[in-house]
């Protein structure tokens, strides 16, 4: 029972990522899921959520306007697009999946680096 991130890597400022987040061993589908980011010394930040059906999402201030999240429950899986990144995006981002009465999951996390 895991979740696993890939699409990390390196992008120059303004450029685009895509990240993607599978279960493996469990169905996403009665899961709220969300994207954290952490840099080295802080604490985990919420960068986006969504609600198990989908329809309603939520950003942090500092992404609104250039992150979209977004989930394939068919394909269980659940996605997190970048756009006009910038280098204080730069950080190791990690999805979950939470759900009241249910155990908490965590991916291992997925390196974003953002610079020229």
């Known amino acids: 029972v895991r979740l696993v991130e890939s699409g990390g890597g390196l992008a120059q400022p303004g450029g685009s990522l895509s990240l993607s987040c599978t279960a493996y061993?469990?169905?996403?589908?009665?899961?709220?899921l969300s994207w954290y980011r952490q840099t080295p010394g802080n604490d985990r930040e919420l960068v986006a959520g969504?609600?198990?059906?989908?329809?309603?999402?939520t950003y942090t201030d500092s992404v609104k306007g250039r992150f979209t999240i977004s989930r394939d429950n068919p394909k269980n899986t659940v996605y997190l697009q970048m756009n006009s990144l910038k280098p204080d995006d730069t950080a190791i981002y990690y999805c979950?999946?939470?759900?009241?009465?249910?155990?908490?999951?965590w991916g291992q996390g997925t390196q974003v680096t953002v610079s020229s």
């Open positions: 061993g469990f169905t996403i589908s009665p899961y709220k």
């Open positions: 969504i609600n198990v059906g989908g329809g309603t999402t």
């Open positions: 979950k999946a939470y759900q009241m009465g249910r155990p908490v999951y």
